[in-house]
């Protein structure tokens, strides 16, 4: 379920005369940018784009960007981005650091579905004129790189049939191998890597009822290794992928200093999913709403912007 709270009936004219006005003169409006851009939906913000550069032959993000500044031009900058060229920028941002954030990469891969995780590469393409996978392959090394580089060149059947048969095969295989801390099995990346989410699911269930206890429990190690805590999150992600976005949301906040960086992320990217849902597993998890934690975290148009996507306003 999406937080974010959009209009019935929406004039893309009005709005770009809005976001022109707001960045014209004196000084930027920034509360007129929220009003308009916090509650409008990927297709309008397309639309609104797409009108801004007819009426004044200039790219509304470009413009956005010179006026802006610090966590909240970023966040903005996010919103603005179709979803698929966002995931781009997000993926390449990750490649690119000094310490490669793989968790990125991995929430990319296996949170997306099988045609938007396809848009993503040819947004990627695009972009950055060579390919996310050769991109992932060129920053990464070892089993990681094996493992990534599987999940980013993955399409997935996306139906909801499962093989019982299979699913008892392959928590087999995967207890074999995670018994014997063969964690980087071949078996481990390639079931992880090309089967459905719903087949993934069943293999994950029949491993805990099987065993008493979950996969991702089984992987705990040295906090250090870089394989295992990729691993970990991929199953994560497609195991459940609201429960592992909490997670990094409430980390995200907890932390000394605020990672800004996650929680835009995750906040722009689940909006119109199912930020809703996040926010009733964040409640229950901490005693406290995430509209409280964010607003009680962050300052300014920033936590401003945010609380708008949340669906509150400040």
């Known amino acids: 379920m999406a937080t974010i709270d959009v209009p019935e009936q929406v004039s893309v004219l009005a709005d770009a005369e809005a976001l022109r006005k707001a960045c014209k003169g004196w000084g930027t409006d920034e509360k007129a940018i929220i009003s308009v851009l916090g509650h409008r939906n990927a297709v309008q913000r397309k639309q609104i784009r797409l009108a801004y550069e007819d009426l004044y032959q200039e790219d509304l993000i470009k413009r956005l960007e010179s006026e802006l500044s610090g966590d909240f031009e970023k966040a903005v900058y996010r919103w603005v981005l179709d979803p698929a060229d966002r995931d781009a920028v997000l993926a390449n941002v990750a490649i690119k650091k000094l310490s490669p954030d793989h968790h990125v990469i991995v929430e990319i891969s296996c949170t997306r579905s099988p045609e938007e995780l396809l848009a993503v590469r040819r947004a990627y393409q695009t972009r950055y004129k060579h390919s996310l996978e050769e991109d992932v392959a060129a920053h990464t090394k070892g089993d990681t790189r094996k493992l ?20 008892n095969s392959e928590a087999k295989n995967l207890h074999e191998a995670v018994k014997d801390k063969e964690f980087n099995h071949e078996e481990i990346i390639r079931i992880l890597s090309t089967r459905s989410k719903m087949q993934l699911m069943a293999t994950f269930n029949r491993y805990r009822d099987d065993h008493g206890t979950t996969i991702t429990k089984n992987l ?39 990672d800004e960086d996650a929680l835009t992320r995750v906040i722009v990217t689940r909006a119109e999913k199912d930020l809703k849902d996040i926010k009733e597993l964040y409640y229950k998890r901490n005693s406290v709403s995430l509209d409280q934690a964010v607003a009680k975290d962050t300052s300014g148009d920033y936590k401003a912007l945010l609380l708008t996507l949340l669906g509150k306003e400040d």
């Open 148 to 167: 990534l580089v599987s999940l980013v060149s993955a399409f997935r059947y996306d139906g909801e049939e499962i093989n019982t048969r299979v699913a």
């Open 220 to 258: 705990e190690g040295d906090s250090g290794d870089e394989f295992l805590k990729t691993l970990r999150a991929t199953i994560r992600c497609l195991n459940d992928p609201k429960k592992y976005f909490e997670k990094v949301l409430r980390n995200s906040i907890r932390r000394v200093g605020t």
